[in-house]
Nanobody
Framework: QVQLVESGGGLVQPGGSLRLSCAAS????????MGWYRQAPGKQRELVAG???????NYADSVKGRFTISRDNTKSTGYLQMNSLKPEDTAVYYC???????????WGQGTQVTVSS
């Protein structure tokens, strides 16, 4: 079994910054944090940033230039640095992970990010 735990969320003022972490534990052999998603109430879950083939990174247009995704595979941990936060960034943020050679997705429980003055 694989467990993903997101952390780093909280309440921040517009223009502020947060760094989210996603730590994988359990059966972490060949685990890769693939991306970050977010979901606001009444809205679909959307990709915020993710790793594609060859390590290419895709960002949602709404976060380009503000968010940076990274991962440390030796620590089975992913990160999302969020700068210049806007109220519309308010959502529950989830990390997604996969194992090499498998198509199953693993999800954490999410961490709440609230951007408000």
């Amino acid at each position: 079994q694989v467990q993903l735990v997101e952390s780093g969320g909280g309440l921040v003022q517009p223009g502020g910054s947060l760094r989210l972490s996603c730590a994988a534990s359990g059966s972490i052999r060949s685990i890769y944090v693939m991306g970050w998603y977010r979901q606001a109430p009444g809205k679909q879950r959307e990709l915020v940033a993710g790793f594609s083939s060859g390590g290419r990174i895709n960002y949602a247009d709404s976060v380009k230039g503000r968010f940076t995704i990274s991962r440390d595979n030796t620590k089975s941990t992913g990160y999302l640095q969020m700068n210049s936060l806007k109220p519309e960034d308010t959502a529950v943020y989830y990390c997604n992970a996969r194992k090499l050679g498998r198509e199953d997705d693993y999800w954490g429980q999410g961490t709440q990010v609230t951007v408000s003055s």
